[in-house]
């Protein structure tokens, strides 16, 4: 017996280590399972300074992208014009751009589609002018200051086609909205394109007597409309994520109406002004809500809709030469995310 149970024993424990080795190896490879599913999927969201992006400000500042295993990165540009051909190189994964933008985009071939409407402009984006231009019609051969290829440059046009001229009877001078206020405080040029918190800054100039609106995005409802944009190929490889960031919006525009004053203080930092300015800048945005959504996607002769601004800002475009073709609004849109999230 002394010599059998050595044998017994080492036959227990050999049998005993096949069995642990298989639930070690088991439990690494959950564990390891775990830790992939835990880890947030970066994504690089294209922006520029903006008061109607405050929910994605954030939605960032608060990691509410978490809650959908995404690590949300705004990259943030100081032309808005470069933004879709970063997002066509593939620096950024997502971006936010004017509806113009994506039709100028889809129009020379890129397949870009907007998945969410974020704000329309309402008096957000601005011609400012001194005192001495007191009707549209007074821009005639002056100097104007704006960024070509623009919201700024499309709002501009709009209003030489309402008082009827055209870019030949201004001589223009090429800025980013953000130069404007300097330029013309220095009495480089009398009038200027921009939007907020550019606006506010040449407003504010002078105790409020030297420089004033002479036309803003609130006479032009709906045609100034800020989106996010995916490229189509991202947008079906990745619904989820795309899905993901749509969501995390929600959560950071749902932070600003709970949480106002601390969303301010969010949003100030990131755009660089005080929460004072920017509560006062948010009047002149509409962020919509996810229940108003999809009316942006479906048709209708309201320039809240895509099909009827796009076709005002579409024939805006082919008259100025930056298109030849008006692709369809089909092309430009995906409402599948927004009317899912819609229904639940």
């Not at 039709?103 to 005192?131: F, T």
Request: aromatic share 8%.
């Amino acid at each position: 017996m002394t010599s059998f149970l050595p044998s017994l024993q080492s036959g227990a424990q050999s049998l005993l280590g096949r069995l642990i080795r298989p639930l070690a190896v088991l439990a690494l490879a959950g564990s390891a399972a775990t830790a992939a599913v835990a880890a947030p999927t970066p994504l690089k969201i294209g922006t520029v300074v903006w008061i109607g992006y405050g929910p994605f400000y954030v939605a960032e500042a608060q990691d509410l992208f978490k809650k959908y295993n995404l690590k949300v990165s705004l990259q943030v540009f100081s032309d808005p014009a470069l933004i879709p051909p970063a997002l066509v190189g593939g620096a950024i994964d997502g971006a936010m751009v004017t509806y113009d933008q994506v039709i100028g985009q889809v129009a020379a071939g890129k397949a870009q589609k907007v998945v969410m409407p974020i704000d329309y402009s309402n008096g957000g984006d601005a011609i400012v002018a001194d005192r001495s231009i007191v009707k549209l019609a007074d821009m005639k051969g002056k100097k104007i200051g704006y960024n070509p290829l623009s919201p700024s440059d499309f709002l501009l046009s709009y209003a030489l086609s309402k008082a009827g001229l055209s870019a030949k009877d201004i001589t223009p001078v090429s800025m980013t909205p953000e130069a404007v206020p300097a330029a013309m405080a220095s009495g480089q040029m009398p009038i200027g394109v921009t939007y907020e918190p550019s606006l506010s800054q040449i407003v504010g100039q002078g105790g409020g007597k030297k420089f004033k609106v002479l036309f803003s995005s609130k006479d032009a409802p709906g045609l100034i409309a800020d989106v996010l944009v995916f490229d189509d190929k991202f947008i079906k490889a990745r619904p989820t994520e795309v899905s993901g960031v749509i969501q995390g919006y929600l959560d950071g525009l749902a932070f600003m109406r709970a949480k106002p004053d601390e969303a301010a203080k969010i949003i100030g930092k990131a755009m660089g002004v005080s929460a004072k300015e920017v509560r006062e800048q948010l009047s002149g945005v509409y962020n919509i809500p996810l229940a108003e959504m999809p009316k942006a996607f479906a048709k209708g002769k309201d320039t809240t809709s895509y099909y009827a601004s796009g076709a005002v800002i579409g024939g805006l475009l082919k008259a100025k030469g930056q298109i030849t073709t008006l692709p369809a609004t089909e092309a430009t849109i995906d409402a599948q995310f927004v009317n899912a999230l819609a229904k639940k």
